[in-house]
């Protein structure tokens, strides 16, 4: 621990900044795109996305927890639900264009419904990138080896490249609390339907930065949760 609080000090004022530190081409580049990516189409009956909890009592039971149940877990209801919390996203915020959209990554390693693997979602597609063994361990994904036994993790990732021309460290802040909010609203949604997870902030991007082209400009994680049965 350290006395001494100038150097956050100064992190944290310079979070205030909006003259962007990049070349302001931004908006001229593009993350690589997924050419082998399968397009998903999730078919959901009504109920299928009915909580279980109303929001009162899912702010009561909500617990962050490493401890899971070992069933499987609909991946396609995953999917739906990140593509209506990125939706949101959009609307609320009203940045994609300005700032970049969020894409959200799913690393479903027990799943019904549909084939264990990577999938990517966004506000405007659901694809399928790749199945389980291309993960290789899945014990490297995060810092903490017990996320490995969830049922699956999504990821929120950021264009830190096109937040940045738009605000300057600003603009990494804003796509911080929008990676945030959106994190917490899946976390949440699970919940709400019986479901179990923990928020955190250590996926190792390196250990999937093959599947997902990451390159920490154009596409960066920022956030992810677990999601599981409960024990």
């Known amino acids: 621990m350290r006395n001494d609080l100038d150097t956050m000090r100064t992190v944290l004022e310079g979070l205030a900044s909006r003259t962007s530190t990049s070349d302001g081409l931004a908006s001229e580049r593009r993350p690589v795109p997924f050419a082998d990516a399968v397009p998903v ?22 617990r962050s927890t490493l401890q899971y149940g070992q069933e499987p877990v609909r991946t396609d209801v995953i999917l739906s639900l990140l593509r209506d919390v990125l939706g949101r996203d959009r609307d609320d915020w009203g940045l994609d264009t300005a700032a970049g959209p969020l894409e959200a990554f799913v690393f479903a390693f027990r799943s019904e419904g549909a084939p264990a693997g990577v999938y990517r979602v966004t506000a405007e597609e659901t694809a399928r990138l790749a199945g389980l063994d291309a993960l290789g361990p899945v014990e490297e994904l995060g810092v903490q080896r017990e996320f490995s036994t969830a049922a699956g993790i999504v990821a929120l990732y950021a264009n830190l490249d096109r937040a940045d021309s738009w605000a300057g460290s600003h603009g990494y802040r804003v796509a911080l609390v929008r990676a945030s909010m959106a994190t917490y609203d899946v976390h949440l949604r699970c919940q709400a339907l019986g479901l179990v997870g923990t928020v955190f902030g250590g996926l190792i991007p390196s250990s999937v930065r093959h599947l997902v082209h990451a390159d920490g400009v154009a596409r960066h994680p920022l956030l992810a949760t677990t999601y599981a049965r409960p024990l």
Do not use: M, Y
């Not at 959901?44 to 009561?60: E, I, K, N, V, W």
């Open 41 to 62: 189409e999730t078919a959901l009956q009504d109920g299928d996305l009915r909580p279980a909890h109303d929001l009162r009592d899912t702010l009561r039971r909500r």
